[in-house]
């Protein structure tokens, strides 16, 4: 597949072993029920991991922070998901330090390769925000649009857009061919090269989105898998982790790479099953925060640090990455603010255990917290009866009385207690006056009173939205003659309705 002659070999593995190389694999709508991840086999440590919801999810991996820290959530109605579409005005806060802009204290090179999602104007791109290099979109690739009232979303790389979805890279509507996965792939193989021969150490963030409908895989991958095109996406998507692993053996410094593979939320069920994943015991999708839309894959691999076929009871968050990559990293996590990602080395190389809460945030509205195996949810709802009505259903087939509300329920007085061990379907919850209920409550309500005690909500960052801010003329259009005329400026509040 590569045409490259010389690997730099033991001696290079040697100098480079000092501070870890990171290659995060962070991927869109896949449930832990539907990993077939062939690594799984190798010297890989699965673990439960919880995340958000796309923008959010990234913006707390990227800060180790909450959403409702990182200011990744609206306030224009209760409990709303918001991400960052075409005519979002804002992105991530200028306040917030990501990742790839500490990491450059220890000559780290940056590099992201997918979806950005948090924010597509030029202020917010990941050049403006630590990264070094970039291919790929600010936003996910719905579309084909029809540019006079909506433009298709450009592909940069690094600081200038080099064509559009739909357009110089194509994407089939009616057969889900395309060929983004393995661009996004060699692009990977490519960075990693560089920097193993610069004697770099280097953070990949490799971020496909393939598994997001509209679905899509190369010809090679399509109509092979047994459950459709999404399966067809999550078969090729196996296969590049496969080869960014196998590369690493071949340049001789996969004892010096950690990698990790997780997705920034469950399974999209309201997508129908032709384009998208089984969320299995778990309870609904994407969007909500029930199990199946908050539960997601983590898989860590390092040889010689990692032991093979092992697995973590340990929990975890995609917030979590940010603090352990700064330990591999020799780096400490900044002391000015409040760090909720947990250094995760100790569970991976050690298989120890951390009790840690999880809040899981749905807009600005904590809704539930997880402690140990039990799950207490304030508030539940799925989606209002007016997006229900019209054929948006987040928990097809799953509806649990008093659990998967269409209207919001607030429980604040008396929270919903489930077992996830027992129940992780949480379709039981635990009997209000049995002596466990108590126990669990009285130590839950501690920890939900100082997190709310000690939380200051960033400025939030999704609220407006403008159709003179979406992408119609975006850095390096007019080398290609793709610049587009923006409509006049009409800010509104953004209508978020999950």
Known sequence: MHSYMRTPGTEKQEEMAHYANVVIAHTTEICKWNVIISFCNLNVRP???LSFLYSPARAALLTGRLPIRNGFYTTNAHARNAYTPQEIVGGISKEEILLPEILKKRGYVSKIV???????????????????????SPNCHFGPYNTSYRPNIPVYNNSEMIGRYYEEFEIDERTGESNLTQIYLQEGLDFIFQQTLARQPFFLYWAPDATHAP?????????????????????????????????????????NTFVFFTSDNGAALMSGPKQSGS?????????????????????????????AGTVSYQLGSVMDLFT???????????????????????????NSMTDRPIFYYRGNQMMAVRVGPYKAHYW?????????????????????????????????????????GRDPGEKYPISVLSKEYQTVLSRVTLIVEE?????????????????AVMNWAPPGCERLGKCLKPPQSQPWKCDWPH
Not at 117 to 131: A, I, N, V
Not at 324 to 340: M, Q
């Open 215 to 255: 679905v899509y895989a190369s010809k090679h991958f399509l109509g092979k898998s047994q459950r459709g095109r999404y399966g067809d996406a999550v078969m090729e998507l196996d296969y590049s982790v496969g080869q960014i692993l196998a590369w690493l053996v071949t340049l001789g410094i996969d004892k």
């Open 451 to 467: 997190h709310q005690k000690t939380l200051v909500p960033g400025q939030p960052q999704l609220n407006m939205c403008d159709l």
């Open 380 to 420: 539940t709802w799925s989606n209002s009866w007016e997006e229900f009505n019209k054929g948006i259903n987040f928990c097809p087939g799953q509806e649990v009385t008093g659990v998967t509300t269409h209207t919001q329920q607030e429980h604040t007085m008396q929270p919903l207690i489930i077992h996830l």
């Open 114 to 136: 997918g979806k950005w999602h948090l924010g597509h104007r030029e202020q917010y791109l990941p050049l403006e925000r630590g990264f070094d290099q970039w291919f790929g």
């Open 279 to 307: 969320n299995g015991p778990f309870l609904c999708g994407k969007e909500t925060t029930f199990e199946g839309g908050m539960r997601e894959p983590a898989i860590a691999w390092w040889p010689g640090h990692i032991p």
């Open 324 to 350: 352990t990559s700064l330990t591999l990293a020799g780096l400490a996590a900044p002391f000015d603010r409040v760090i909720d990602g947990l250094d995760l080395t100790p569970s991976l190389f050690n």
């Open 47 to 49: 673990l439960t991991c």
